[in-house]
């Protein structure tokens, strides 16, 4: 009767690993399957866990020592060497695992979060090189299995979690703030590039339309000969007007600018709530430029007067 050999299976991934003991090849195959949730109507092959080699022969299953790792792999997974970090740059390099693309056991989702664990377990300074789609694979992973993988406790997975949550926060927030700067920018050009455009088109002359010259002020209504012409135009005149203007506008009130445009109420009053909506919308750009310098600000300060305090600690201490 041949011997019983003690040893070791696992998956690909190496998240699940159980201890056999077997007569034979054939006998690991199966139990292995077993124990690791495969079909066993799947085809698998044996590989040596360590360098991936691959076991096909009884003779030389015997020859292997006690306690030998073996990894058993499906047809679309391939063996792949343990992730190890030097410096928390190596990994970028590193041997991808080859999985089809329409593999649809969710495999390949948990290869990638135990991965970045591994990772993480290395060096947990890698973290400034992960992308937000890693950070955010970390995120989902279950926090029993994502404590396993890191040697954490599950609380301190789940507070990792947490971490990593807000720093992803912090960079959507950074990211919505760098848009809403480049659109005020985009504005603000915008708006200067049209009232060039109107200058110009003042001092040429207007086609159908008898309009004086482009600075002068109109004795009546109080407001430049330019504004007027860009109010009575027929597309968002309330955009092509300078903040300046937009205030006198909404200041005057719809009675006054009846008169001034000689249009109804409907058409003045829509106006009026256009123009007053631009001025908002401004302003909140404005405020939220200011509110964006304004912790740029605080930050450069908590970060000098903290290099300060680091200074007069270490000449205290040489003291």
């Not at 200011?290 to 200074?311: A, M, N, P, V, Y």
Request: net charge negative; with cysteine; charged share 30%.
């Amino acid at each position: 009767m041949t011997d019983r050999k003690p040893c070791k299976v696992c998956n690909f991934t190496r998240q699940k690993s159980y201890g056999l003991v077997v007569p034979s090849l054939s006998e690991l195959k199966i139990k292995g399957c077993e124990f690791l949730g495969f079909s066993p109507s799947d085809p698998v092959t044996v590989v040596l866990e360590d360098d991936g080699t691959i076991v096909e022969d009884q003779s030389y299953f015997l020859c292997l020592p006690s306690n030998t790792k073996f990894m058993l792999l499906h047809e679309k997974e391939s063996w792949s060497p343990v992730r190890r970090i030097d410096g928390g740059t190596a990994w970028m390099a590193r041997e991808s695992v080859t999985l089809e693309t329409d593999s649809l056991d969710g495999s390949s989702a948990v290869a990638r979060w135990w991965d970045l664990a591994q990772q993480l377990r290395q060096d947990l300074a890698s973290i400034i090189l992960m992308s937000e789609a890693d950070l955010q694979t970390l995120v989902d992973a279950p926090s029993p299995e994502l404590a396993s993988a890191l040697g954490f406790q599950e609380k301190k997975a789940e507070d990792l979690k947490e971490t990593l949550q807000r720093v992803l926060d912090r960079r959507e927030e950074e990211r919505q703030s760098k848009e809403l700067l480049q659109l005020y920018l985009k504005a603000v050009e915008n708006e200067d590039r049209q009232q060039e455009e109107s200058s110009q088109s003042s001092q040429g002359g207007a086609g159908d339309m008898d309009m004086p010259d482009g600075m002068e002020v109109d004795s009546a209504s109080g407001f430049m000969s330019r504004t007027l012409m860009v109010l009575k135009g027929k597309t968002n005149p309330e955009t092509r007007l300078s903040t300046e203007d937009l205030q006198m506008v909404v200041s005057r009130g719809a009675e006054a600018m009846e008169q001034v445009l000689g249009w109804d109420r409907t058409r003045t009053s829509a106006l009026l709530q256009a123009s007053e909506a631009e001025l908002t919308r401004r302003l909140q750009q404005v405020q939220a430029v200011q509110s964006i310098r304004s912790s740029t600000q605080l930050d450069r300060q908590s970060s000098e007067k903290s290099t300060e305090e680091g200074k007069e600690t270490a000449a205290q201490g040489s003291n």
